[in-house]
């Protein structure tokens, strides 16, 4: 420690049935990870050979090795708690590999299967390795959720300018300009911002809304604002109501405070509206549409695009048909596919689409939202908010593809998920190392926080 006013010790112990509910310091290289995620667009990019990198991919690259051997590390210490989507993962990025390489062979599952097992299975990996301690989600999830706010007001210049801006500047300084399709509504194009498609522009913004309940007042507020500009100018009807439907269940837990089984009947009630749905109207699918898409033509073609492509798919259900952009359809069919769970099929055959969702269930195999979760309030609205963010995944890929940053914060997400399950489940009171933050204090006031922590076990001194 330096001579003079040094860093003082906040104690802040894993399990002491109270934890703490302020920020603690989070890894630089992962504050890096996260803004280089929202900040930085695709052009931001280089060469390594034939693969093309962006920062955040390499520092994935660089990063998930480490991540594991920190693992192997915690679970030496007795620090390791298990949450099921640890052992999902890890085959999931495999099979990935696999899959692909059966298709289109050991050079193209490298470059194409590979990265995107490494943006999936690496964010994640990174996440439930680095976070270990109480408040460290609550920085990374502020770092995150300020990030996407800014973006969101920025993507506001995309509609006035007719182009998407900070595409087309960070494009002109690296030299590696994209040809961008743009979409237009109500007499401008659609705002993508840093992100590559509108859609993701405002489902990363629903995403901020969410965790910004976690967070403290005022960067709530500043959250929610910008979340909001970047939902309305992306102009995207998937993502304005996974908003509503993640609010409302916000709204809906805290009228059920104290009713542990208040998500059970949450979803016993939808099951059977949906259920009752399709068992008496006529064309539910079609009524679905009418009534949550800004635009019903696009919802429209989303079902002919299940019908079509999931024909391929059912040819070749082990396996898929690879990554390639050729699969069999009309000539006037363009070749994407708006449904992660479809594209994923198509990629990795039906098993790969599914384990993909079971990592993100099993993120959220520990409970967090109740009382004997040993965990601070924010935590627990954080972990909430986290598990609506699994299930928003899971609902917005029936029509809406994720890649690039939303699909490497699917990852970190359910990193951040699993790190919170784990450590709701030490239970209050028992023996677990305590994590320190620093502050300025004297160093004499230091060292007697240092005995005084001895003496009395874990708490916090102030």
Known sequence: MPSGRSNALRLAALGDGSPTASYARLSPLLTILALAIILLPEEASFYVGD????????????????????????????????????????????????????????????????????????????ARAFLTAHGQALSLARVLSLSIAVVGLLSVLDRFAGYYLMHDVVGKLTGLQIDWRYDERYGSIRAAGTFEHPILLGSACTFALLLATALPIIVRSFVFAGAVVGLLAAVSSAPIVSAFIGIGCLVYRRLTQGFEARWRWLLLGVATMLALLFAFHPAPFGWLIGHITIDPATGFYRLLIWQVAGAGVLDAPIFGVGMTDDWARPVWMPSTVDSLWLRAAMMFGIPGSLMIAACLLGACSRRVDIARANLSDPERRLGLALSLIMFLYIFLGLTVHFWGATWILMGLFAGMRAHLGALASVPAGASERPTYEFVDQPREVVAMQAVAHDAGGARRIT
């Not at 192997?72 to 640890?86: C, E, N, P």
């Open 51 to 126: 693969l093309r990198l962006t920062l955040a991919r390499a520092i994935l690259l660089a990063l998930t090795p480490i991540s594991f051997l920190r693992l192997v590390q915690q679970a030496g210490r007795g620090a390791y708690r298990f949450v099921w989507s640890d052992a999902l993962v890890l085959p999931a990025g495999l099979w990935m590999l696999l899959s692909v390489t059966v298709t289109e062979g050991p050079e193209r599952a490298l470059v194409g299967g590979g990265v995107t097992a490494l943006e999936f299975v690496g964010a994640y990996y990174v």
